[in-house]
């Protein structure tokens, strides 16, 4: 059995959604796979999360579409854009496709909190390991495009060196607060804030290289983790390997960091952590094979996902913190 076969049988069955949550099995699934490469782990987990959780099934009933215009962030038509997308992609043209959906949308990266853009890159990396999974890519784009809800773009830049600076100020910002203050939920919280054109002009983004921009994320996220452990910052770190994991496929990069980063200070905002000045004091004594063999017996999918993206996060930019906000999240789960 290949790695390809579980997360297809699987995929081919279920929607993205668990009535009003996610549906994580699929990047579980690949996560394990990649920490491991142990398929009898994958299969552990793939059980144990199916215990746990219901999974909305696939409907053999729907409308067909002539374009996927027409399915744009209508949910209900997840199945009609699956099929559009595996009548039109094939191995050939999947890069082109990428590209064009990515570019054309790139307003939605962190569409149902950052989820469609983790699955989609999910996806992309199980195709570099086995070509037959180019149906999880359609599932994945299919995802992204019915679950689509458009973000803004600041356009004031900071230095890197002054992200935390620049973070309390924006909590600590009494117009903004008012706005928080009137919502009830975080989708209300978010398009009220971008509701507002003051709000739009006190954001930022930040200056200098991809990296730069990258790190400067981390330096921001990773201690917000480790002293939160807040969710929706853990889905921030993880949505930023997931466009790192995208990069080829964007015309303009650094613009997509700056959508990604809009939204990530924007859904910050909407949580009850306000210390961003902290940082981490601890060093794990431990390696990240460690972590990540420990990581792969877990049947926790943020656990898992955590542990994987902070050790790719890590291996590429080197930021501290990641290693121990994957332990502190084992210990806790």
């Not at 949550?21 to 490469?37: D, E, F």
């Not at 910002?173 to 739009?200: P, T, V």
């Not at 853990?234 to 390997?241: E, F, M, P, R, S």
């Not at 902290?278 to 460690?290: C, L, T």
């Amino acid at each position: 059995m290949a790695i390809s076969e579980i997360i297809n049988y699987y995929g081919e069955k279920h929607r993205p959604y668990m009535g009003g949550l996610v549906n994580h099995l699929p990047m579980g699934q690949l996560a394990i796979y990649k920490m491991s490469n142990d398929l009898d782990k994958v299969n552990y987990f793939t059980e144990a999360f199916l215990e746990r959780n219901h999974i909305d099934q696939v409907t053999d009933t729907y409308p067909r579409i002539d374009g996927l215009e027409e399915t744009l962030g209508k949910r209900e038509l997840y199945e009609s854009c699956l099929e559009f997308l595996s009548k039109e992609i094939n191995q050939e043209n999947l890069d082109e496709y990428m590209n064009h959906i990515l570019n054309k949308y790139i307003l939605g990266l962190s569409s149902g909190l950052f989820h469609t853009t983790i699955r989609l890159a999910y996806a992309i990396e199980g195709v570099r390991l086995d070509s037959d999974l180019i149906n999880e890519v359609e599932r994945g784009l299919a995802y992204y495009v019915t679950a689509y809800r458009e973000s803004k773009l600041f356009t004031r830049s900071i230095q890197g060196s002054d992200i935390k600076e620049e973070m309390t100020n924006l909590v600590n910002d009494e117009e903004i607060r008012n706005i928080l203050e009137s919502q009830s939920s975080l989708g209300k919280k978010i398009r009220a804030l971008y509701g507002e054109k003051d709000f739009l002009d006190k954001g930022f983004i930040i200056e200098g290289s991809q990296e730069d921009k990258i790190k400067a994320l981390l330096n921001l996220l990773v201690p917000a983790y480790y002293f939160s452990g807040n969710i929706v910052v853990l889905h921030c770190i993880t949505a930023l390997h997931a466009v790192v994991v995208l990069r080829d496929y964007f015309d303009d990069f650094s613009r997509a960091l700056d959508i990604l980063t809009t939204s990530i200070l924007t859904h910050l905002l909407t949580i009850s952590y306000h210390d961003y000045i902290r940082e981490i004091g601890e060093v794990a004594h431990v390696s990240w094979e460690g972590v990540l063999s420990i990581a792969a017996e877990k049947t926790d999918v943020h656990t898992v996902k955590l542990a994987y993206s902070g050790f790719e996060l890590s291996r590429l930019f080197g930021a501290h913190g990641l290693k121990e906000i994957a332990i502190k999240r084992i210990r806790s789960s």
